[in-house]
C-alpha cells in the first residue's frame, strides 16, 4: 500500500487508497501538471514480477485508452516507476450500481430503463472500438454524484473482432457471464449485451436471476437452466421492458439484440409505450411474453394470470435528484387516456373467455373464422382485379386516383430514427443512398431525400435519403513544437484542433518540462480531431545511488559505474578498516542524476606513528642497543671496524640520521670502533712488544 505523500512519475500525489481489486488497488491522486484530481490504479506487488500480469494490466490501459464517452471512465496516462506499474484515470465521486440497488433493494422501472440506457451507451462505445469488456456487471457500474452512469474496469478487455475466444480463467464474474462465456464458446459483443440483460434483471428484481454454492453451479444454470421472466415476480413492470429484459438474456446468442443500438432504441420506446408489443421476439399466444430460453416454456395459470394482469405503475420512488435524466422527462409517462390499462385489462378479459369457452363454441367460432378468411379473400381477389380493370372490360393498370396518395413528409434535418418513425406513419418505405459530407446538417442528420417534401407519392414507396457526416474534415500539418514547454505546445497543437496527448519521458538532453518529440513528426498531414502524442521531458534520469562502503575499491567503483554514476576516489588512513576497502561514499543513498559524482574514501590502514632517531655516537655497544629500544625502534645490525679515534667498543656511526622520524619500529643500525688495527712491521721481532699489544 502507498503512503500518502508519494509521487508517481514525478507528477501524480497519492492522496489515499479508495478500493482494491484482484489485481490492483486505487488511490485518490492529484494530478499537479493539470491541477485535478484523479484515481490512479497501482498493479499490486504480488504480480510486478509476473509479466502475464503486466501483460494485462497494461492491454487494460491501452484498451481502455482509445475510448473518450461520458459513460465510460476515461483513461489519462500509464507509466511505470521505481517499479510501479500505474495507470491514471478519470475520478468518478459515487457509488457503484451494485451498492445502490442493495440500498434501494429494488429500482423503479423507468429508473432501471435510464440507468440502463446510460450504460449500454458506455458499453456501445467499447464495441464501437471493436473492445468487448467480457466484465459487465453492477459492480463495474458507477453512478456519480451528478446521477451520471460511467462503466469503468476494462481489466480482462481486449481489442478483439467476433472470432476470438476467451477461456475460462479470464472469465468475469460468474453470476452475469453470458452461456458461450461460461463454456469458454466464441464471444462477441452479444455477450456483454447478455450480461446487461442480467443487471437490468437484477436492477428491477433486486437480486441475480443464478445463485448456487459455487461457480461452476452458477455457471452450469447459465447453460442449462431458463430465466424465469422478471413479470413473474414483480407483476406491474412494464411489458415491454419484460420483454426486453428476457430478450437480452436469450441462450442463443441469435435471438438476442445483435447490437447495442437496437436495444438502446428499445429501451427508449419503452419509457413513452410500456406496455408496446414493440419488442421483435417470439410471444406466447395467450401470455404476451416470449420464452425464456430456446424451448417453450409451460408457464402455469397462475404465471399467465400475473403475466396478463402487469401494468406499469405511475407512482414510481424516482428521484430526479439521483439522476441526471433530461433527456426522459416525466411528461413521457403522463396519458390523458383514463383506460391506460385497457391493453393489460383486454388480454386479461381474453384469456378469462378462452377458458370459459365450451368446445362446441369453439367449433362454431372455428367455423366462423374460416367463412370470414374466406369472405376476406374474396374482397381481395375484387379489389386486385378492379385495380387491374378485369371488372371494366379495359386492359391493364388503371390511374391510381389522389386518395391512394399520401404526401411526403419534410425528412431534412431528422435523424435516422425520426424519418423512419415519419415516413411510417405515412406508409412509405426508406432506404440510404449515401452518406455526405455537409456544411450545413449535423452528422447523422438527413441532408437529402429522393421526394420533395410536401410531394404526392403512392403509398408504400420507398423514400431514398442522403445522410450527413458532418462537416469536412481540414488537413492540417502537425506543427514542430519541439524545446517548447508542454503548456504552449499543447495549446498550439489544439488550435489546430487536434486531440493531444502527453507522455512523459527522461531525457539527457531536453530539460524538464520541455517537448521531445511528437508523434506522428512535425509536417506530418492529418485530419482535424486526429491524435497527436507529445513526449516531454522529465529531465535527466535519476538513479539510486549504490551502498558501497566495505567493498574493495574496484568493486565500488565498478557498481556505481554501473547505473551510469562516476566515482572520484581519495585516500585515508583507517585503524578500522583494512587497506584498500572503502571507508566512506557520498551520498551515502538516494536518488541523484544519471551521471552525477560519488565521492569515495578508500582506506590506506591504520596510520603509522613516527619516532625521533637518537643519537649513538661514544655510546657503548650496550648502551646504544638500549638507546634505540628506548626510542621504540629495532635494533639492526651492529658491525666492528678499526678507529684509531674511537676507543674500542665505542660507537662510530649508525644506519640512521641524528634527528631524522622514521616510522615506530624501524630497525637503527651502528658501527662500533675495534681501536686502532695493530702494526704490521715485520722487523720488530722482541718478544716484550708482542705481549704489550696484546694487552691493550
Not at 140 to 151: A, H, L, T
Not at 572 to 577: G, K, R
Amino acid at each position: 500500500m502507498l503512503k500518502e505523500g508519494v509521487f508517481l512519475g514525478k507528477r501524480y500525489e497519492i492522496l489515499g487508497r479508495i478500493g482494491s481489486g484482484g489485481m490492483a488497488d486505487v488511490y485518490k491522486g492529484k494530478d499537479h501538471k493539470l491541477n485535478r484530481y484523479v484515481a490512479v490504479k497501482v498493479l499490486k506487488s504480488d504480480y510486478r514480477n509476473d509479466e502475464s500480469f503486466i501483460k494485462k494490466f497494461v492491454s487494460e490501459a491501452q484498451a481502455a485508452a482509445g475510448l473518450m464517452h461520458p459513460n465510460v471512465v476515461n483513461v489519462y496516462d500509464v507509466g511505470q516507476d521505481r517499479g510501479l506499474y500505474y495507470m491514471v484515470m478519470e475520478l468518478v465521486e459515487g457509488i457503484t450500481l451494485k451498492e445502490y440497488i442493495e440500498k434501494k433493494e429494488r429500482l423503479s422501472a423507468k429508473e432501471a430503463i435510464s440507468i440502463s440506457i446510460q450504460m449500454i451507451s458506455g458499453i456501445q462505445a467499447a464495441h464501437n472500438h471493436h473492445i468487448i469488456h467480457r466484465d459487465i456487471k453492477p459492480q463495474n457500474i458507477i453512478i456519480s454524484k451528478d446521477g451520471k452512469v460511467k462503466v469503468t474496469d476494462f481489466g480482462i478487455a481486449r481489442a478483439t473482432t467476433s472470432t476470438a475466444t476467451i477461456s475460462t480463467n479470464v472469465m468475469g464474474s460468474v453470476h452475469y457471464t453470458s452461456p458461450e462465456q461460461a463454456k469458454g464458446g466464441i464471444v462477441d459483443e452479444r455477450s456483454d449485451i447478455y450480461s446487461a440483460g442480467i443487471t437490468m434483471y437484477e436492477m428491477v428484481t433486486g437480486h441475480v436471476p443464478f445463485d448456487g454454492d459455487s461457480t461452476v453451479s452458477v455457471a452450469l444454470k447459465h447453460l442449462k437452466e431458463k430465466i424465469v421472466a422478471p413479470s413473474v415476480e414483480v407483476p406491474d413492470i412494464p411489458y415491454s421492458l419484460d420483454c426486453i429484459i428476457m430478450k437480452c438474456t436469450e441462450k442463443n446468442v441469435e435471438r438476442r439484440y445483435q447490437n447495442c443500438q437496437d436495444l438502446i432504441s428499445d429501451l427508449k420506446h419503452s419509457l413513452v409505450d410500456p406496455d408496446g408489443h414493440f419488442v421483435d421476439e417470439q410471444l406466447d399466444v395467450f401470455t404476451g411474453r416470449k420464452p425464456a430460453g430456446d424451448e417453450t416454456i409451460l408457464m402455469s395459470e397462475d404465471e399467465i394470470r400475473r403475466a396478463q394482469e402487469r401494468s406499469y405503475s405511475q407512482s414510481d420512488d424516482y428521484d430526479d435528484s439521483d439522476y441526471d435524466d433530461d433527456d426522459y422527462d416525466d411528461d413521457d409517462y403522463d396519458d390523458d387516456d383514463d383506460d391506460y390499462r385497457a391493453p393489460t385489462q383486454r388480454r386479461n378479459s381474453d384469456y378469462n373467455r378462452k377458458k370459459n369457452v365450451d368446445p362446441n363454441t369453439k367449433k362454431i367460432m372455428k367455423i366462423l373464422m374460416v367463412v370470414a378468411a374466406a369472405i376476406i379473400a374474396m374482397v381481395i381477389i375484387f379489389m386486385v382485379g378492379n385495380a387491374m380493370g378485369a371488372f371494366k372490360g379495359g386492359i391493364g393498370l388503371n390511374t391510381t386516383t389522389n386518395d391512394a396518395k399520401v404526401v411526403v413528409p419534410n425528412l431534412l434535418g431528422m435523424t435516422e430514427d425520426e424519418a423512419k418513425a415519419a415516413l411510417k406513419k405515412k406508409n412509405l418505405g426508406y432506404s440510404i443512398a449515401g452518406r455526405e459530407e455537409s456544411d450545413k446538417y449535423a452528422a447523422g442528420e438527413i441532408m437529402e431525400q429522393s421526394e420533395k417534401a410536401n410531394s404526392k407519392v403512392e403509398k408504400n414507396t420507398e423514400i431514398k435519403v442522403v445522410i450527413s457526416t458532418g462537416k469536412a474534415k481540414k488537413t492540417v500539418s502537425v506543427p514542430d513544437v519541439k524545446g517548447m514547454s508542454e503548456d504552449d505546445a499543447q495549446k498550439t497543437l489544439e488550435n489546430l484542433n487536434l486531440v493531444v496527448e502527453a507522455q512523459a519521458q527522461n531525457n539527457d538532453t531536453v530539460a524538464s518540462g520541455k517537448v521531445i518529440s511528437t508523434d506522428p513528426v512535425a509536417g506530418t498531414q492529418l485530419t482535424e480531431g486526429s491524435k497527436v502524442t507529445m513526449y516531454v521531458s522529465l529531465g535527466i534520469e535519476s538513479v539510486e545511488v549504490p551502498s558501497i562502503t566495505g567493498m574493495s575499491s574496484e568493486e565500488a567503483q565498478s557498481a556505481i559505474q554501473n547505473v551510469g554514476l562516476q566515482a572520484s576516489v581519495t585516500e585515508d588512513y583507517s585503524d578500522t578498516v583494512a587497506s584498500g576497502m572503502v571507508i566512506s561514499q557520498d551520498p551515502a543513498s538516494g536518488k541523484v542524476k544519471k551521471g552525477s559524482t560519488v565521492n569515495i574514501v578508500v582506506s590506506k590502514g591504520a596510520k603509522v606513528k613516527m619516532v625521533t632517531v637518537p643519537s649513538l655516537s661514544g655510546m657503548t655497544q650496550q648502551a646504544a642497543e638500549q638507546a634505540i629500544i628506548d626510542a621504540g625502534l629495532t635494533v639492526g645490525s651492529v658491525t666492528e671496524e678499526y678507529n684509531a679515534g674511537v676507543s674500542a667498543g665505542y660507537v662510530i656511526s649508525q644506519t640512521a640520521s641524528v634527528g631524522s622520524q622514521i616510522e615506530k619500529g624501524s630497525s637503527v643500525g651502528f658501527v662500533v670502533s675495534k681501536g686502532a688495527q695493530p702494526s704490521t712491521d715485520n722487523g720488530n721481532t722482541g718478544g716484550e712488544d708482542n705481549e704489550s699489544s696484546e694487552l691493550q
